[in-house]
């Protein structure tokens, strides 16, 4: 039930019991149960948009994370230093990586292959 929903039953029932002669003990109890009910909702979506932005900042770190880790394995070649080097493309455009037939099987390259595929 939503708080305009809460709201709108909180108003019907102070209408209704007005229109009898005033409030009585049984309306203001049906009133303060009304208003405990709205309380506890907005309790409830308070707590609801903590545990969202938990989820949300977790998210954020782990991609954080993730891109860190693949920054540092695309960064240079182990051999010759060579810059913007890509460990996907398996093999170094300078003339000493393809003079030695290196290949890139290290193991942050498995550990990117494997961060490929949860993104």
């Known amino acids: 039930m939503t708080d305009k929903e809460l709201v709108e039953?909180?108003?019907?029932?102070s209408a209704?019991?007005?229109n009898h002669g005033g409030i009585t003990a049984e309306a203001?109890?049906?009133?303060?149960q009304l208003r405990a009910e709205l309380t506890n909702e907005r309790?409830?979506?308070?707590?609801?948009?903590?545990?969202?932005a938990t989820v949300a900042a977790e998210r954020d770190r782990y991609k954080e994370e993730?891109?860190?880790l693949m920054e540092a394995v695309r960064g240079k070649c182990s051999?010759?230093?060579?810059?913007?080097?890509?460990?996907?493309?398996?093999?170094?455009?300078?003339?000493?990586c393809e003079y030695t037939g290196r290949k890139s099987a290290t193991g942050k390259y498995w550990k990117l292959i494997e961060l490929e595929g949860n993104t």
């Open 9 to 13: 039953r909180l108003n019907a029932y």
């Open 16 to 18: 209704q019991y007005q």
């Open 28 to 32: 203001a109890d049906r009133i303060e």
């Open 43 to 52: 309790i409830a979506n308070t707590n609801l948009i903590g545990e969202l």
């Open 66 to 68: 993730r891109d860190a």
């Open 79 to 96: 051999l010759c230093k060579y810059y913007n080097y890509d460990l996907l493309d398996d093999n170094c455009p300078c003339l000493n």
